[in-house]
């Protein structure tokens, strides 16, 4: 049964990142959405320092705690803090849209039940003239939030959306071990549940600042996967394989950045080609180094990346 004028909670994982937090709260606090329909739940993972300070300037706030480290351990402890009939997840270091609540609620009233939403993830530039090389790539590459749900079965806690009662039926986040979101989308899609991609509810994510960022994050991604893969039949030919291919994936890749909408210019493709070759390097060969290790994943400490 449809809920009449249901409340949003939005949740808010964070971990060393304040002044990205700030910036999302500032768009949180200028959502288009009557305020009295939303709350924000920031859940500190065990920064360094806590943003208190930041939260409290922020009247619809709340802030909580969660010691167990991991993404998905904190959005489950704002989930428990929350009142809300529905559930927004963004992330610390995102800017929302003005219309990105009022956008999610509309749709999700109109919805079927057993339906999730995501929403596009676009990448903020503070300088609209010219892309850097990460800049460049990660506006075609990163974020592709509509490939996750139409083909992948998922979509990314960074730009999600579900009701309470369908959350409960589904179960909690699992830790950090896992990619949470995809392990998650796998339990939705069992239990009968539909994704729904709204390109309306619009998110941004700044681009990483380097090479360096990208392949930390690549290599948490593998360890997410190489825990996931673990004893399946066959896994380790698959693994291999699987590495190959992306060692040459960027010939065909190439095509989609010459091609895509989300850059202009020569000079922009040139640098998103060439980054795309570095890192389609680097996971190939982080997936075939991985083979003899069993290292544990970990939620990077000193920045949330």
Request: aromatic share 10%; net charge positive.
């Amino acid at each position: 049964m449809e809920i009449i004028n249901p409340k949003i909670s939005v949740i808010i994982p964070h971990l060393n990142q304040a002044g990205g937090l700030e910036e999302c709260l500032r768009c949180l606090d200028a959502q288009s959405l009557d305020p009295a329909r939303y709350e924000v739940i920031v859940v500190d993972n065990g920064s360094a320092s806590s943003p208190e300070a930041i939260v409290t300037r922020h009247r619809r706030t709340r802030l909580v705690h969660e010691w167990q480290p991991g993404p998905g351990p904190a959005r489950n402890a704002g989930i428990k803090a929350a009142i809300g009939d529905v559930f927004a997840f963004i992330d610390a270091d995102c800017r929302a849209d003005p219309e990105w609540l009022r956008s999610a609620l509309a749709t999700l009233c109109a919805s079927p039940e057993r339906t999730i939403l995501g929403g596009d993830v676009r990448i903020w530039r503070s300088d609209q003239t010219e892309f850097t090389a990460i800049e460049a790539y990660e506006g075609v590459f990163a974020y592709r939030f509509k490939l996750y749900i139409e083909q992948q079965g998922f979509a990314g806690t960074g730009n999600l959306v579900v009701r309470r009662a369908d959350f409960e039926k589904i179960g909690q986040f699992a830790g950090i071990q896992f990619a949470e979101d995809m392990e998650w989308g796998q339990r939705a899609r069992q239990a009968g549940f539909q994704f729904r991609f709204v390109p309306e509810m619009i998110v941004f994510h700044p681009a990483r600042c380097s090479l360096h960022e990208l392949y930390a994050k690549w290599d948490r991604q593998i360890q997410h996967y190489l825990h996931m893969a673990r004893g399946r039949p066959a896994w380790k030919t698959k693994w291999i394989l699987r590495a190959l291919a992306i060692l040459v994936s960027p010939i065909v890749d190439s095509v989609r950045v010459i091609a895509s909408d989300r850059i202009q210019g020569p000079s922009a493709r040139l640098k998103a080609i060439l980054v795309l070759f570095a890192i389609r390097t680097h996971r190939a060969r982080k997936m075939l180094n991985s083979l003899g290790a069993n290292k544990p994943v970990v939620w990077n400490r000193d920045k949330g990346i």
